[in-house]
């Protein structure tokens, strides 16, 4: 039966059984001319949009893991936008010619007027530095701080919100270690240097990864070189607290002290420290358990570990951020502690995840990591329970000797660890590497994680020779004695260092009994007759006892910062605090914004200047102030602008004594213009080789 069409367009079927050939082959072609005029084309095979294509295992696992790195590459810069902006604002008052420490004169002091190649290498290499630039060409070096800070405020939010590569990552890191280079006092602190130290491994993690052409970084590597940071901050953290022998530590009662005595208390650290005392001696216990046994779980294989000890992690970042202001050092934390989400590719999928056997296993490897970490807490942190007739009273049982003995195979199992588990995420790297990259450059990929695998080794034994230095026995061989070299030569960059936060505490009163709490601290009194003494007030630290605590994290007034520091010891030791009086004495504009601008001497400097040291606490019982105080002793005794003692500083350290002009230089009043040209200028020129640089990638791809 042959199928044709008529004008009625209805089928009609013929019997041709009986037909000729010719006139069946004649009828099947009119058929098939008027059926292609009248059906439609057949549909063409349309392929599936990229988002329904199943994906393969490694891109699975890869899209999966991005989801940290991008996170914690988001925090990374929301943290150098924090430091940079921080930063700024405090620049004329500490760095400038007219400032505390003056960042133009140290530099020049480092260096002979006629110094010659070699003698500006050396300088560049101590201290290492892009303001040497505008020392060289005699150009103004505030300025040239005020630039690098400008850029590195615009790179980071850029990197913030459209998100930043290799490049922006790496020009953030120079800016900052030019600045904390030349900061001196003020920029030693150690969430300068463990950002620099993030920041830096940052830069490599930054790089492009994945199926791109321009693939071969090791991804794998630098995360567990992240891990290993955090493990690195958090155990030198802990171990260090035992090894002092502070007795708060042993006590428990370092929380006693704590709130009130660390430098910048928040509002909810003085409710907390009304808690009873058993309830706080757990939390510092609690506290040396995440910090010690805990960070086992960090170095972990295994996801659910990881994730027991992230949470851990957190709980006590979170803590701390909410009774002090420690600036953008949690966040920082955070941000390691994110990485710590990142699978490690080999867990099943969600199909075998619903098995019981499966399932049953994920909860035994649960209850293992937190086997590990009581087994630990029981061994290096037991606790002893005395009764009496006035409660219990709750201790450690132990002491700095057997923390010591403890101290070497936790070193060596960590180092062992870390290091085998490197070497495992760069033999990854490297076959990932050459399997994800076109075929022509298949060798060119595997080289290029084949010598990032081998820099992140160097790094990872150098970072190791500051977690060993807990223990000094464990360097003393021709190996850590020539690491130990090479993590001296490499410290003015601050790649890595080592930690050691809240050591000691201070404060202590009673000897570490948790009784009586005398935070020690600076209180400025000025005067224009000699008689009436009114008091400088500062805009976060402590000073009038109604003065309500603040939260003021992620900035760091740096100044008030240092004050707490002062207190610790005397006017003579820190030099700076002999500036501070001194520019005060001459009512230094810049000096004065670090102090509260509705102090009682905004409008004419007092005549004479004086320090006395106050033993503070936090209040007790229903009042309406915050602090308690006693007068404790004299700390820098009457001085007026023409002291002695404030000129002989000013010689010796080389600060100005010039006194300041009422009228503002017109350089002083173009600073911020000129800033904001130089760093829209560089932030163009950026935009425009990047721009450049993607508008020519597709055509060098196409040449491969």
């Known amino acids: 039966m042959v199928r044709s069409l008529e004008t009625d367009t209805r089928f009609v079927y013929r019997d041709t059984s009986k037909a000729k050939p010719s006139e069946i082959a004649k009828k099947d072609t009119t058929v098939q001319r008027v059926d292609e005029e009248i059906l439609p084309a057949p549909r063409e095979t349309v392929p599936k949009p990229q988002h329904m294509k199943r994906k393969t295992k490694e891109e699975t696992i890869e899209e999966r893991t991005d989801k940290p790195r991008d996170l914690f590459l988001t925090l990374l810069a929301f943290v150098w936008f924090c430091a940079f902006t921080s930063l700024y604002v405090q620049l004329d008052g500490l760095f400038g ?24 290498v050396q300088a560049s290499r101590s201290t290492p ?17 005020k630039l690098l800070c400008g850029a590195g405020v615009l790179l980071s939010l850029h990197a913030v919100r459209n998100g930043g590569s290799g490049w922006i990552y790496g020009t953030l890191w120079v800016c900052y270690l030019s600045l904390v280079s030349v900061g001196s006092t003020f920029m030693q602190f150690q969430w300068d240097t463990l950002l620099l130290e993030v920041g830096f491994l940052g830069i490599w ?21 992240l891990r290993f940071t955090l493990f690195k901050l958090m155990l030198m953290s802990g171990v260090v607290k035992l090894q002092s022998g502070c007795p708060s530590w042993y006590k428990l009662t370092a929380l006693s002290y704590h709130f009130a005595t660390q430098c910048l208390p928040t509002p909810l650290a003085w409710w907390l420290s009304k808690l009873p005392e058993n309830l706080l001696k757990l939390s510092v216990w609690s506290a040396l358990v995440i910090e010690i046994p805990a960070t086992a779980l960090i170095l972990s294989p295994f996801q659910i570990h990881r994730w027991i000890g992230f949470c851990l992690q957190v709980l006590l970042q979170v803590a701390i951020m909410l009774t002090g202001n420690y600036n953008f050092f949690n966040l920082l934390t955070l941000g390691l502690c994110v990485l710590l989400l990142d699978p490690n590719g080999k867990q099943k999928n969600a199909r075998s995840l619903m098995s019981k056997l499966w399932r049953v296993l994920h909860f035994l490897n649960f209850l293992l990591g937190l086997a590990l970490v009581a087994v630990g807490a029981h061994w290096i942190l037991p606790l002893s329970f005395a009764r009496s007739l006035t409660g219990t009273s709750i ?18 199992a960590s180092s062992l660890v870390g290091l085998l588990y490197i070497l495992a995420c760069g033999m990854l790297d490297v076959k990932s590497a050459s399997r994800r990259s076109f075929v022509s450059s298949k060798f060119r990929a595997s080289a290029k994680s084949f010598l990032v695998v081998v820099g992140g080794l160097i790094y990872f034994a150098t970072s190791c020779t500051a977690l060993l230095s807990l223990d000094s026995s464990l360097l003393r061989n021709p190996g850590g004695m020539y690491a130990a070299e090479v993590y001296g030569a490499l410290s003015p960059y601050h790649i890595t260092s080592g930690y050691g936060l809240f050591r000691r505490m201070t404060g202590m009163g009673d000897g570490g009994n948790g009784q009586l709490v005398e935070r020690p601290e600076i209180i400025l009194l000025g005067s224009k007759d000699g008689e009436n003494w009114e008091e400088f007030d500062f805009r976060h630290k402590p000073g009038n006892v109604s003065w309500v605590p603040t939260m003021v994290a992620p900035h760091q007034p740096r100044l008030d910062w240092q004050m707490w520091f002062a207190a610790l010891g005397s006017a003579e030791e820190h030099p700076w605090f002999i500036n501070l009086v001194y520019k005060l004495l001459h009512n230094s504009k810049a000096v004065r914004d670090l102090l509260n601008p509705e102090g009682p001497f905004a409008d004419a400097p007092p005549r004479y200047i004086k320090a006395d040291l106050y033993k503070y606490d936090f209040s007790k019982g229903s009042t309406t102030d915050w602090w308690n105080r006693k007068f404790d002793r004299r700390y820098l005794d009457v001085v007026d602008a023409d002291s002695p003692i404030l000129m ?16 503002v230089k017109p350089h002083q009043a173009e600073d911020l213009q000129e800033t904001i040209l130089f760093t829209c200028a560089f932030i163009a020129v950026y935009e425009v080789v990047r721009r450049s640089l993607e508008v020519a990638r597709p055509s060098l791809v196409g040449s491969r």
């Open 648 to 663: 002989q500083y000013a010689n010796a350290y080389g600060f100005s004594t010039e006194k300041p002009s009422k009228r």
């Open 395 to 412: 201790t450690l049982d132990t002491n700095p000797a057997r923390i010591s003995i403890q101290t070497k195979p936790i070193l060596l």
């Open 129 to 145: 530095s892009l303001l040497w630039v505008a020392v060289y060409y005699n150009l103004d070096v505030l300025l040239g701080m």
């Open 205 to 225: 993690l930054a790089c492009p990864t994945g199926s791109q052409p321009f693939s071969g970084y090791a991804p794998r590597t630098i995360r567990q070189l």
């Open 97 to 120: 010619r007219d400032g505390l420490a003056p960042a133009e004169t140290n530099m020049r002091a480092r260096i002979a007027k006629r110094a010659g190649l070699w003698e500006w």
